[in-house]
Structure formats: structure tokens, C-alpha cells
């Protein structure tokens, strides 16, 4: 008999203190029995093994309660047949005396009220029942042969209960005993497939399947499934199939398990009670509203017990459900004693299978959860048997693959199927091992970041215990007061603050924001130097050797500067000034400021405006925003240490302006003499007094800075270099510097000089500021004593090689020639081959104009002139342009197109004017009005020539990629058109500039000094400048002067009687 024991609350006392004993037979008729809660405890402890042992108390609170009724499986792990089957009635004798003996003890446990005598009338009671298939009732009909879905009865039995727990009608066997169905409804099931005698929940989706599963259940056969591994495993977390739906029969393996269904619990039912929604296995209640939705779809939860391997013969019916033929296994019992040295084997590997279990549940605290859930006891489980030891061993790898886990279920020969699931073990292993490292290497660095921090708290407090150390907080304020107590003078205004911010730090707490932005604000409020600044050099002689020792020429900078030094040594006190130098790129405008700041004794703080369109970047942030720091004038004022720096705003002509604000508007106030006293920062937001910075600003063209901000800076004009200029800063700065830089030469310091003289003559030389002492250079060892550059090469790089206005692109052309020069000794001193263009072609180490080819290339500009005959063509005349490279000499063409006769014997065209090489706004109105007072000329000296009347004038300005613009070429276009007209050529040694108006009044232009150094390059002897223009050219160095035919014109006749030779 099977003995299935039914706890319930007792009835008549309804307490816990003792509770009903239901034993069913199997005929399925129940005895009640009353026994203390604490004696079924005890048995229960008795009869259930292993991993039942903690589920009891759950199974006693009601996680498998329907109805108050909670059912135990006595046997959970299952493997084959035994001795104690249900169906195992051949020697009844022997077992109903082993029912009397069983009846005895369970008398002796029990007590007085339930002996021997009544366990044997029930048996007896029982076994008459079983004779009498009346008194059984119809409840239990007979198995067919046929178990699947299809087969099955609409009406449902009594099993099943009212809270959607279904419960097998009957069950017919277990294990080898269960019945051979042919015919079975297939379960497809994902991640692994399932292995006789392991007890398995599984959960299904579709209705159709749920509603077969019932009629199985219901129709008295024992609720017999197939389960088969799909060969796909379908996303069932994103809702795209459910698992137990196929579409093809090649979804399913070939080898699947036969089970029989334990118990089902429904969770669609919108009657069922609350407790009802907890999961049947885990007892885990619903979280929120959606999992309480998705509890409420409509799906069943099984528990399986498999028995035997079974084959896949055909699909019947795809479904769902799925109607499948199998085909059972045969029990595979291993002999030993046929083959020693299988039999040895077969040993081997059990032992390391059971081996490499041991280790797993060691190191991995989930695996051996797995394993005591699984081991069953020892009476039902045999250790020997290889093939059921392989199949424990498969069903514990829950990581392995599922085709790996199914070639364990398909595989027949022992020793293979061991083989492959030690195979899972061991990966389980590995990963077991890497989890434990994992493991080992995380709890390694949280210690010791643990004891790290323990430790610093200890030291923290054993030092504040000591008076060693005081709070963080204590510690920053102390800093601070230090920090100001360093000052000489802080304003009033400013200390209130300071002091405000020290009260407000000392009650927040270290770990709140606006703890970080308060120490964040006092860190930049007592940064900043309040009252320091650096002693001034009031020594002029000493400023002009500094401004000397760097620089040549640049005598109107340094005036202004010796200037200011002036002023200040007389007044006493020293004040800010603007100063803007304005000139083309490579004059030398950001080098001057950083000699300027050295002659005046001032710290030097340097930044660029180039392209900023962000006021913060002048201004600061707001201390609301996160990571909000000052801006650029208190950074200065922080980093240099003192309130009367030299700050250099570097290309002030290329500030930008876009949605985030325009900083020429923000630097109004740095740059005003009036306000910059009070300036304020939006990040201190306290008046600071900038008063004493003196600023220097730079840029290529005064024209692009705008007019409210230009009229706060004092302009410097920096005119480009001539080549007398060119020549002494190249031989004096540029060729010692480059060949320093090269390794050729080296520089001897002061001491160095000195050292030579005795020490009186030291000191002398020491304390003597006002003569310069130009540095001295000597080669390097292994460099040849011959080796130079030539003063006639210097001279060739700068008329065909570098015209620009700087001399950036000459020291280019030198280093080019030093690192040459450098590669050639240290070749010739290897024996290394150059290539042609590299190796020294000249004997003579010493660079010339004969060789300079060799090292630079060939010339760019091979002559001053576009036209070298004199006197030049008809219509063509030259004239003088500033641009930002410097001056340049430009030729203005014209030619005249005269039109054919039309039908009538009339000209056709005449009288229009076409310009090109990409010439400006400007000077194409400069065009017109030149071809305007041209015609008027024209009538004024020959009344009777028509040459603009027939002819199309057709005005270029050469070098058609340059952009030009600017209205300085007036008088130049009306000579050159004039000179058409006349057919009369002008002399090749002319140049002249000036705008025209349209009365013919020839008005002043700027970059004077420019245009004559074109002039000069070029070799005019012959200037014709505009009279307002005098002054200018009077102001230029006399080496520029000499030579020059200077005319001065206030109309457009002068200039004529120049052009055309009538003066």
C-alpha cells in the first residue's frame, strides 16, 4: 500500500496542539487519526530526507494548502524500481506482514489510542476494499493505452480542487513501473532537458495546452506527458513565442523523458483567493500591479516527476497541444565483471564525478544548495549505478549547454555517458573557480579599503585626542586666517566678506554642497593678493638695456615705456596704462610685451582673446553653476602673485561674438582707467582694483576693433621691417638663435665673460646697467671653425626669399639652413651618405649668396618689377598698398577694346569700363570714379579725342588670388587710363598712392612708411604722395628718405604733370 499522509487542521479543536492524520490507501479510501502536531513532526522528520527537511515548515504554513487540505509526496527523487512500488503486490504474504510490523511500531509511536489492533483492522479493511470494486466506486476508471489530449474526457474528476490545484486521478507507477504509453502528449521544454527521477516544476503559457493537461489529468490515466528539448530556444521574456509551442516536428530532439504530472496549480483564475497569487514552489509573493497583471495571465505551473528516456517516433499532431507516437526505453543496467578494465574505468569515473561534486559544492554555496536538494535518500538512490550517476551529475549542471545536456540524455553506453557529464562538472568547476577568485579578489581590496579607512579614522582621532591635528573645518579657517594675515591691506568691503563666508563654513557640514562651493569662494577670496605688488625699476637706463637686449628698432615702444617709467619715478606711485600694438604678423608685437614686463619689474601674465565669444572667459561664472570659477583677470591676479602685473590680451582683433554674450563689451570695464578700479568679477562679485595692471593689447588691424573699446587703448603702430632692419636683427637675434637651437654653436653666460677679468673688473661689469653687453657665442666642438652665414646670403633671403613685413618667415629660412648645416658635420663626421639634395655641394663651409640655392631652394620672387623696361607699356602705371603683411608694390593695367561697325556704319559699344583681380567693395567705387574723372581729364586736355566713346575699357589689378580693397589707388587708375587714352607711356621709375574724389582732389591715405619701403624694394626714385600725407614722410627715418623724389599733390592735375613729365 501506498501511504500517503494528508495534514490538516483538527477539526474539533482547530489549534495546533494536535492536528488530523490522514493515511490513503491505495484504493483511494482515507482513515483519520488524531496525534499530537508534535509526534507527525517527529515521523515526518523520520520519513523525509535531505532537502524536504526545510520545506516542511512551508509545506505546513500553507504554501501547498488548497482548501485547508496540504498533500506530501512521501517519495520525491525517484530512480527505476524498488522494493517499496506501489504496484509491487507479487508477494503479498511477505508484505502484509511487513504491514503488521509496520503497524506495530507505528502503534508504540502513536500511544494507547491507535495499536496494533487498529492498524490491522484498517489493513484488513483495506485489503477488502480492494476486493470489492463496488465499494471503491467508479471515481478511478482503468488507464488505456492511449494518453494523449486528444483521447481524453471534457469532464473533470473530483481531484480537482476549488483553488486551481489539479492533482493525477491516480498514479498507475513510478519509475520502470509507470506505464508504456505509445501514444503521448508532448511537452516541449526550453534551457535543458529533464532527467528520470528528478523532480521538476515547469510552467506553461498556452490555454490549449493548460486545457489538454486538465483533460489528461482528469481522465483517471495518471497525467502521463512526453518532454521534449526544443532545438530553438524562443525569447519568451519579450512575448515573442511561448515555449510549449512548436510550428514544426524538426523543433523537437529525438530523446525525450516520460513524466508523470505531480501536482497543478492554475493562476488564471480571477476567483482565487490572494494567497493563491504566491508562487507554488518558491512562495514568492507578487511584487506590484504588473507582476500581480502578468500572474494573471493565463498560465499553470506543473510539477514533473520523470521516469524513463523515451524516442520520438512520429508527431502526430503539431498543436497545440502536440500528439506524439514514442517508443520507452528499456531499464540500462550496467554488469560489472564482463570487462575488468571497463569495470575499472567505469569505477574511475564515478569516483572523479563524485569527486569533482565534492569540490563544486565546496566552492560554490548555490551548487551545494543544488546538490541537498537532490540527493535523495540512500535506500532509493544507488551510488553504483553509472547510468542514474551520470544523470544526477547532468541535471546539477546548470550552466552547461543544451545540447551538451541532451547528448547525455541520448547517450546509451555507460561509460560515454559518464564521460560527458563529467565533462559539464568540470566546467562547472572552472567557473566555480573563477567565481572564488572573483570573490577572493573583491573581499581582498574592500578589506583593505576598510582597514584603510579604520585606520585613518583611529590616527584622526588619536591626533585630535593629542591636540596633534584639529577638525577639517578648524583647519581650513586657521589656513585662511594665515593666508590674510599675509596681506598688507584688504579692503574693508572685502573682509566683512571674508569674514561672512568663515561664519558660514564653520556650520555646515563637510559633506553638503554648499560646504564645497563656501570653501571653493575663500579659497579664490584669499587668493588673491589684497595689497601686494612686485617693486617697480624706476631705472631708465637699466629698462632700455632689457628692451635693447631682445629687440631692434622698435624706438616708439620703448619711448612710450621709458616714458611711463618716467612718470612714475617722479610721481612716486605707479599707475595702470592700455597700450595696443598694431602691426603686421612676425614684428615682434607679443616678444616686446614679456621685455617690457622684465624692464618694469612686473610679474608677466599672458592670455589670447582670439576667437572667444564667452564673456565668463573675462568676467567669470556665477557661483551658482556647477564647477564656476573666476575669469581671466583674477586667474591673473592669482597666478602672478601680485595687483600690478603686465597682462598681454593677445589678438584683441579677433575677438568673436555669438548667443553667449560679446566680450569687447566685457572688457570695457578691464580696459577703462575710470572704472577698473572697481571692477567686479561675477565669481567673487566684490570690487577688485585692477587699476595698477598695466595692460598691453595686440593686433593686426586696428580696423576690426570696435570703436568704444579702441577709444580706451593707447595705439602703437609697429610698421613692418625695411631690409637694413631685416638685415640687423638677422645677424644680431635670428642666426646666433638658430644655431644655438641647431647644436652648432653655444652661448657664454655673463659669468662666463666675466670670469675671465679678475674680480674687481667683475663687479665693475656687474653694477654697470646702462651699457649692453651683447652676448658671446662660440662653435661646438667638432663643428668646422669656417663654418657662417654670410652677410650677403642674410641679404639674398631677404629681397628674393622673405618680403614680408615681420621676420617670422626669415627665421624659418634660417633654421632651415642651420639644420641643414647641422645634418652635413654629423655626416661627414660618420662617413653616412646624403642624398643629393642634402650633401655639400660647395668646398667652403661658409653659407654665401652663391650657394644660398642649396640650402633654401630656388628664389620665389626673382623681380622687384613685373615690367623692367622703362618706359612701360601704354596704360599701365604702378601704385603703392598697405596689407597686413606690410607694403607692396602693385601695377595697374588697362586696355582699351574698340568695337566693329554695326549695319548702319555706327561703332558698336564703347563707353563701359570692366575691372577684375578680385578687387574689393570699395575699390571697385574707386574704379568708377577714377573711369568718371578720367573722361573728364580727358576732355579738359583734348576735347576732340573720343577714346572712351568707342573703346571698352577693361581695367586688372595683377595677382588676381590676392583680395584687394581700399580706395588708395584713385590716382593710380585715372593715369593709367589717361595714359590709354593719350597713348602716351609713363616712366617705369614712378609709383604713386591717394584716393581720388570725384572732382579730382587726391586725399591722404594711411601706411606711409609701408609704401615707401615697397617703393625702395622695388627701386622707385619717383613718389607721388597726397599733401596731407607730408607729415607722415617726414616722420620716417632719413635712410628711408634718401634718395627719393618726393611730390605732393592736392589735386589730380599734379599728379599729371608728374605722370606724364609736364613738371
Known amino acids: 500500500m501506498l501511504r500517503r499522509t494528508i495534514i490538516a487542521p483538527s477539526t474539533a479543536a482547530r489549534s495546533f496542539s494536535s492536528c488530523t492524520s490522514l493515511i490513503a490507501s491505495k484504493h483511494g479510501r482515507i482513515r483519520f487519526r488524531e496525534a499530537p502536531l508534535q509526534h507527525h513532526l517527529s515521523k515526518a522528520t523520520y520519513n523525509l530526507h535531505g532537502p524536504f527537511l526545510p520545506s516542511l515548515s512551508t509545506c505546513i504554513h500553507g504554501n501547498f494548502f488548497r482548501g485547508g487540505v496540504h498533500h506530501t509526496q512521501n517519495r520525491p527523487f525517484f530512480f527505476g524500481s524498488s522494493d517499496n512500488d506501489d504496484d509491487n503486490d507479487d508477494k503479498k504474504g511477505k508484505g502484509d506482514k511487513s504491514k503488521k510490523d509496520k503497524s506495530k511500531d507505528d502503534g508504540k509511536d502513536e500511544g494507547k489510542d491507535d495499536g496494533e489492533n487498529n492498524e490491522k483492522d484498517d489493513n484488513e479493511q483495506d485489503e477488502k476494499d480492494s476486493n470489492n470494486p463496488a465499494k471503491t466506486g467508479d471515481s478511478e476508471p482503468s488507464p488505456s493505452l492511449n494518453n494523449s489530449a486528444r483521447y481524453k474526457q471534457s469532464t473533470h474528476s473530483s481531484n480537482t480542487s476549488a483553488g486551481n490545484v489539479f492533482l493525477p486521478a491516480s498514479r498507475l507507477g513510478f519509475g520502470d513501473q509507470a506505464p508504456r504509453y505509445p501514444h503521448l502528449m508532448a511537452l516541449p521544454v526550453i534551457r535543458g532537458p529533464v532527467f528520470p527521477g528528478v523532480l521538476t516544476p515547469i510552467s506553461i503559457y498556452d490555454k490549449k495546452t493548460i486545457e489538454a493537461i486538465e483533460k489528461i489529468m482528469s481522465g483517471g490515466s495518471g497525467g502521463y506527458l512526453g518532454l521534449f528539448l526544443r532545438k530553438d530556444e524562443p525569447d519568451v521574456s519579450k512575448g515573442l513565442e511561448k515555449p510549449e509551442v512548436i510550428t514544426n516536428a524538426t523543433d523537437l530532439y529525438s530523446v525525450g523523458t516520460f513524466a508523470q504530472i505531480q501536482r497543478m496549480t492554475k493562476s488564471a483564475d480571477d476567483n482565487m483567493h490572494d494567497d493563491d497569487h504566491a508562487h507554488p514552489f518558491t512562495s514568492n509573493e507578487p511584487k506590484d500591479e504588473q507582476d500581480m497583471d502578468e500572474k494573471n495571465d493565463n498560465y499553470a505551473n506543473l510539477l514533473i516527476m520523470p521516469h524513463r528516456r523515451i524516442n520520438l517516433l512520429s508527431v502526430d499532431d503539431v ?346 563689451s566685457a572688457l570695457l570695464e578691464v580696459l577703462d582707467p575710470g572704472q577698473n578700479s ?61 644655431m644655438v637651437s641647431s647644436g652648432l654653436m653655444v652661448k657664454e653666460s655673463l659669468d662666463e665673460q666675466q670670469s675671465e677679468d679678475n674680480d674687481t673688473e667683475k663687479e665693475v661689469a656687474s653694477t654697470d646697467k646702462s651699457s649692453y653687453t651683447e652676448p658671446v657665442y662660440h662653435l661646438t666642438e667638432k663643428v668646422p671653425d669656417s663654418l657662417s652665414i654670410g652677410r650677403s646670403a642674410l641679404e639674398s633671403l631677404v629681397r628674393w626669399y622673405c ?160 583680395p584687394k580693397d581700399g580706395p588708395s589707388a584713385g590716382v593710380t587708375m585715372v593715369t593709367a587710363m589717361l595714359s590709354l587714352a593719350l597713348d602716351r607711356p609713363i616712366k617705369s621709375d614712378l609709383a604713386m598712392t591717394g584716393e581720388v574724389s570725384l572732382t579730382g582732389k587726391v586725399l591722404a591715405v594711411g601706411g606711409i612708411k609701408e609704401k615707401v619701403m615697397a617703393a625702395r624694394r622695388a627701386g622707385i626714385k619717383t613718389i607721388v604722395l597726397p599733401e596731407d600725407c607730408r607729415r607722415d614722410f617726414e616722420e620716417l627715418p632719413d635712410y628711408l628718405k634718401d634718395g627719393l623724389d618726393i611730390n605732393y599733390a592736392t589735386d589730380y592735375s599734379n599728379v599729371f604733370d608728374v605722370a606724364f613729365g609736364l613738371n
Open 319 to 664: 498543436g497545440p497541444p502536440t500528439d506524439v507516437t514514442v517508443s520507452h526505453w528499456e531499464r540500462l543496467q550496467y554488469v560489472r565483471g564482463d570487462d575488468s578494465a571497463q569495470d575499472d574505468t567505469i569505477r574511475a569515473l564515478s569516483q572523479e564525478v563524485l569527486t569533482t561534486i565534492r569540490e563544486v559544492a565546496q566552492m560554490n554555496a548555490l551548487f551545494k544548495e543544488q546538490v541537498v536538494n537532490l540527493v535523495p535518500s540512500s535506500h532509493l538512490f544507488d551510488m553504483n549505478d553509472p547510468y542514474r550517476l551520470a544523470d544526477f551529475a547532468a541535471s546539477l549542471s546548470s550552466g552547461g549547454e543544451a545540447e551538451d545536456l541532451q547528448a547525455v540524455l541520448e547517450e546509451k553506453d555507460a561509460e560515454a555517458r559518464l564521460h560527458k557529464a563529467l565533462v559539464l562538472l568540470s566546467k562547472e568547476r572552472e567557473v566555480s573557480k573563477l567565481q572564488k577568485e572573483i570573490s577572493a579578489k573583491v573581499e581582498e581590496k574592500m578589506s583593505e579599503a576598510q582597514r584603510k579607512y579604520f585606520l585613518t579614522e583611529q590616527l584622526k582621532s588619536i591626533k585630535k585626542e593629542l591636540g596633534m591635528e584639529k577638525d577639517d573645518k578648524d583647519s581650513l579657517i586657521e589656513k585662511y586666517r594665515k593666508k590674510l594675515s599675509e596681506y598688507p591691506s584688504i579692503p574693508e568691503e572685502i573682509n566683512e566678506t571674508i569674514e561672512s563666508e568663515l561664519d558660514k563654513l564653520s556650520t555646515l557640514e563637510k559633506n553638503s554642497s554648499e560646504f564645497n562651493v563656501t570653501r571653493s569662494y575663500l579659497d579664490w577670496l584669499t587668493n588673491i593678493p589684497w595689497g601686494v605688488t612686485t617693486e617697480e625699476n624706476f631705472d631708465i637706463s637699466d629698462a632700455r638695456r632689457i628692451l635693447d637686449q631682445d629687440h631692434y628698432g622698435m624706438d616708439e615702444v620703448k619711448e612710450t615705456i621709458l616714458q611711463f617709467i618716467a612718470v612714475g619715478k617722479l610721481k612716486g606711485t605707479v599707475q595702470g596704462k592700455i597700450l595696443c600694438l598694431a602691426g603686421p604678423p612676425g614684428t615682434g608685437k607679443t616678444s616686446i610685451a614679456e621685455s617690457v614686463a622684465l624692464a618694469l619689474g612686473r610679474k608677466f601674465f599672458r592670455f589670447s582673446v582670439g576667437g572667444m565669444s564667452d564673456v565668463s572667459e573675462i568676467k567669470g561664472h556665477r557661483r551658482t553653476y556647477v564647477g564656476a570659477m573666476p575669469g581671466k583677470i583674477i586667474q591673473c591676479l592669482k597666478s602672478t602673485g601680485s595687483t600690478n602685473p603686465l597682462v598681454l590680451i593677445d589678438e584683441i582683433d579677433k575677438l568673436g561674438k555669438d548667443f553667449r554674450g560679446d566680450p569687447a
Open 678 to 738: 572697481t571692477f567686479r568679477d561675477h565669481f567673487i562679485d566684490e570690487p577688485v582694483d585692477i587699476s595698477k595692471v598695466l595692460f598691453m593689447c595686440t593686433a593686426n588691424e586696428i580696423d576690426r576693433i570696435p570703436g568704444p573699446l579702441l577709444d580706451r587703448m593707447e595705439i602703437i603702430r609697429l610698421s613692418g621691417y625695411d631690409v637694413p632692419e631685416k638685415l640687423e636683427i638677422a645677424e644680431k637675434y635670428l642666426v646666433p638663435k638658430s
Open 803 to 962: 618680403r614680408e613685413a615681420g621676420v617670422r618667415n626669415l627665421a624659418k629660412k634660417i633654421d632651415k639652413i642651420t639644420r641643414l648645416l647641422s645634418l652635413q658635420v654629423v655626416a661627414e663626421e660618420e662617413g653616412a651618405k646624403l642624398t643629393e639634395k642634402s650633401s655639400r655641394q660647395s668646398d667652403t663651409w661658409h653659407v654665401s649668396s652663391d650657394n644660398l640655392h642649396e640650402y633654401v631652394g630656388k628664389p620665389i620672387f626673382t623681380s622687384d618689377r613685373l615690367y623692367e623696361k622703362d618706359p612701360l607699356p601704354h596704360g599701365i602705371v604702378m601704385g603703392l598698398a598697405w596689407t597686413s603683411m606690410g607694403g607692396s608694390a602693385l601695377y595697374v593695367e588697362t586696355q582699351g577694346i574698340k568695337r566693329g561697325l554695326d549695319p548702319e556704319g555706327k561703332p558698336r559699344g564703347g563707353g563701359t569700363l570692366k575691372a577684375t583681380g578680385q578687387l574689393g567693395d570699395v575699390m571697385k567705387e574707386s574704379t568708377q570714379i577714377a573711369y568718371t574723372v578720367a573722361r573728364a581729364r580727358l576732355a579738359e586736355i583734348a576735347h576732340n579725342n573720343d577714346f572712351f566713346d568707342v573703346t571698352d575699357i577693361h581695367m586688372h589689378v595683377p595677382e588676381g588670388a590676392t
